[in-house]
C-alpha cells in the first residue's frame, strides 16, 4: 500500500516530530551518568551540560530516526508483510470463544504454577504491608492505595488465616490476581486470532506470557498494578473494536455494559485511574462526537460521578488523601535547588527548611528516588498538608532563578521512563517477602524442595529479564505513530497507556520502576499487532 498525497504530507509530519522527540529524549538522557544504584547520592549520579556535540548529535538522530521511521512505514503498509501478520477474520460463537480463552488462560497458569509454589505464598512488599496493616486496624486508613483494593486484600488475607494462616491468606490472593491475569491473557490472544492475525503470532504471544519470567513475577505479587493492567489491557481491546466498528459499537449495550466495567476497574484500583478514564473519554466524545453526542456526555458524567463520590467518602471516613505523594517531581527539583547552593530569597528557604532542615538536604537527597526526602524522619509532612498554596508559589518562584537546576533535576527523577537501554531491579518484579512491618509472619517456603528436595526457588531467583521502561515507551510511542499514519482515529487505542506513562512523568516518586507501566509489556502483543491489523482492514 502506498501513502500518497494528503496521507503522504501527514506521514512527514508524524515522522519529524516522532524524530525529533526521540532525538530530543536520547541525547537528554546520553548527559546523565547512572552509576547503577538508584539509592546513590547526587555526587554519584550525576547529570553534564549540553554541549556543541550534543547538537550535532541531535542532527545526525533526527535524520538516522526519520529515515528509519519512513522504513517502518512502508513495511508495515507492504500487502506482503501485511499478509505474514494478518490473515483473515475468524469467526467464533461466544461458547467456542470462552472454551479457548479459558484453555489458554490454563495453559499460562500451569506454566506459572512452579513459581507460585516455589515463592509460596507470594511476594509481600511494603506497600502491601501498608495495606493489610490497615485492613487489620493496625494503621488508620489512608488512600495511599485505593480503599477497594486495601478492601480486596484484606478480604483474602482474613479469609486464609481464618481457615489456616495469614501465608494461606496470601496465597488466595494470589491465585485470584494470578487467575484474573491468565483470564485476560486467554482474552487477548483469542481476540488476536478472531481477528485474523497469524496462529505463529498467536502462539509466540501465549509463549511471551507464559516464559517471560516477569509475568509470573507480577502474578504472585501484592500489588496493585497487576490488576490495574489487566484492566487497561481490556480496555485497550475493546477501544480496537470501536475503532473497527467507526464508533458503531457504541449503539450495542452489551458493549457499552463492558466498556464502562473497565473504565471503573481503572478508577477503582490506582488512584491516577480516574485522570486516565477522563481524559481517554475526552479524547473519544472530540472524535466521535457526531455518534450518540448524550451517551459521550453520560459516560463524562459517570467517570466525574464516581470521582466526586469517591472523595465524599473519603471526606466522611476521614480518610487522608497523602499530598505528598502527588508532589514528587516539584520536591525533587526543590530539594536539587537546596543541594546545588541555588538562588533561594529568605521566605524560600524558610518553607524549605520548615519542611526539612538544610543540611538533611545534603545528607539524604538522591536524584533518582524522592523517598529519601518524603519519607525522613525529620520531614515535616504535618506542615507540607498546611501549607499546600505555599508549597507551590515557592516553587514556582525558586522555578523563576533555577530553571537549570529545574530541567536537571526533572531529568535525573525521570530518565528511565524516556531513555531507553536503562533499567534497575527497583520497582522492576519482586520476589520477596519485605521484612519490614511484617508482624504478621508471612514467609516464604519452597513447596516444592519441602516435597522433592530439589531447590526450584534457589533456580527461579536469579531468573529475570530485564527490559527498561524507557525501552517499552520509545516502542509505544513508534506504535502510535504509525496507528496516526495507517488509520484514522486509531491512535485512540493507545491512548489509556500513553496517559498513564505522561502522570508518571509528572509525579513519579524514582526515576525507575516497571510496575507503574507495567501495563506497556502486558499489553506489547497488542501493540506489535495493531498497526498491521489496522492496515489489513483500513477504511
Not at 64 to 83: D, E, G, P, W, Y
Request: hydrophobic share 55%.
Amino acid at each position: 500500500m502506498l501513502i500518497r498525497g494528503q496521507k503522504g504530507y501527514k506521514k512527514i509530519g508524524v515522522a519529524a516530530i516522532l524524530a525529533f522527540v526521540l532525538s530530543f529524549f536520547f541525547i537528554m538522557g546520553n548527559r546523565i551518568h547512572f552509576s547503577g544504584e538508584i539509592h546513590d547520592k547526587y555526587y554519584a549520579n550525576t547529570i553534564r551540560s549540553l554541549q556543541l556535540t550534543d547538537g550535532v548529535l541531535f542532527l545526525v538522530l533526527f535524520f538516522v530516526f526519520f529515515i528509519l521511521f519512513n522504513l517502518l512505514v512502508s513495511a508495515v503498509t507492504n500487502k506482503v508483510v501485511i499478509a505474514w501478520f494478518v490473515d483473515r477474520k475468524r469467526d467464533f460463537d461466544k461458547r467456542m470463544m470462552i472454551k479457548w480463552v479459558v484453555i489458554t488462560a490454563l495453559i499460562c497458569w500451569i506454566c506459572w504454577s512452579p513459581y507460585f509454589l516455589s515463592f509460596y505464598p507470594g511476594s509481600v512488599m511494603g506497600d502491601s504491608f501498608k495495606s493489610i496493616r490497615e485492613i487489620m486496624g493496625i494503621n488508620a486508613f489512608t488512600n495511599h492505595h485505593p480503599i477497594l483494593y486495601t478492601l480486596l486484600i484484606g478480604f483474602f488475607v482474613k479469609l486464609g488465616n481464618m481457615f489456616w494462616n495469614y501465608n494461606f491468606g496470601v496465597f488466595l490472593y494470589v491465585l485470584f490476581q494470578s487467575t484474573m491475569m491468565a483470564l485476560t491473557v486467554g482474552r487477548l490472544v483469542i481476540w488476536l486470532y478472531e481477528h485474523g492475525v497469524r496462529r505463529w503470532f498467536c502462539i509466540l504471544s501465549l509463549l511471551f506470557f507464559a516464559i517471560f519470567p516477569v509475568f509470573p513475577a507480577y502474578a504472585m505479587i501484592l500489588w496493585k498494578d497487576p490488576l490495574f493492567s489487566c484492566a487497561m489491557l481490556w480496555y485497550m481491546i475493546l477501544l480496537c473494536d470501536l475503532v473497527f466498528s467507526s464508533g458503531e459499537k457504541l449503539k450495542n449495550k452489551v458493549y457499552m455494559a463492558k466498556f464502562l466495567t473497565a473504565l471503573l476497574f481503572i478508577m477503582v484500583l490506582r488512584n491516577n485511574g480516574t485522570y486516565i478514564a477522563f481524559l481517554t473519554i475526552l479524547c473519544l466524545a472530540v472524535i466521535y462526537r457526531k455518534i450518540l453526542k448524550m451517551k459521550w456526555l453520560l459516560i463524562l458524567a459517570f467517570v466525574i460521578g464516581y470521582s466526586l463520590v469517591n472523595g465524599a467518602v473519603l471526606n466522611a471516613l476521614n480518610i487522608k488523601t497523602e499530598f505528598v505523594e502527588s508532589v514528587g517531581v516539584p520536591l525533587q527539583q526543590m530539594s536539587r535547588v537546596v543541594v546545588e547552593n541555588g538562588k533561594m530569597t529568605e521566605s524560600d528557604k524558610e518553607f524549605m527548611f520548615h519542611l526539612l532542615p538544610e543540611e538533611e538536604y545534603r545528607k539524604s537527597y538522591q536524584p533518582a528516588l524522592v523517598d529519601s526526602i518524603k519519607w525522613n524522619a525529620k520531614f515535616n509532612e504535618e506542615y507540607l498538608e498546611e501549607h499546600k498554596p505555599e508549597f507551590f508559589k515557592t516553587w514556582f518562584h525558586m522555578l523563576q532563578n533555577n530553571f537549570s537546576i529545574y530541567v536537571d533535576a526533572y531529568c535525573l527523577n525521570t530518565f528511565g521512563f524516556w531513555m531507553p537501554g536503562v533499567q534497575t531491579d527497583y520497582g522492576y518484579a519482586d520476589r520477596r517477602i519485605q521484612e519490614k512491618d511484617n508482624v504478621f509472619n508471612i514467609h516464604q517456603v519452597d513447596v516444592i524442595e519441602r516435597f522433592t528436595g530439589f531447590p526450584l526457588r534457589e533456580k527461579l531467583q536469579g531468573n529475570m529479564v530485564f527490559i527498561g521502561s524507557g525501552t517499552l515507551v520509545w516502542m509505544t510511542l513508534i506504535v502510535a505513530a504509525l496507528l496516526l499514519i495507517i488509520r484514522k482515529n486509531a491512535c485512540v487505542t493507545v491512548l489509556p497507556v500513553l496517559f498513564n506513562w505522561g502522570i508518571y512523568l509528572v509525579a513519579t516518586p524514582a526515576a525507575f520502576g516497571l510496575r507503574y507501566v507495567f501495563i506497556l509489556l502486558f499489553g506489547l502483543p497488542l501493540l506489535v499487532a495493531s498497526p498491521f491489523l489496522f492496515a489489513k482492514y483500513e477504511k
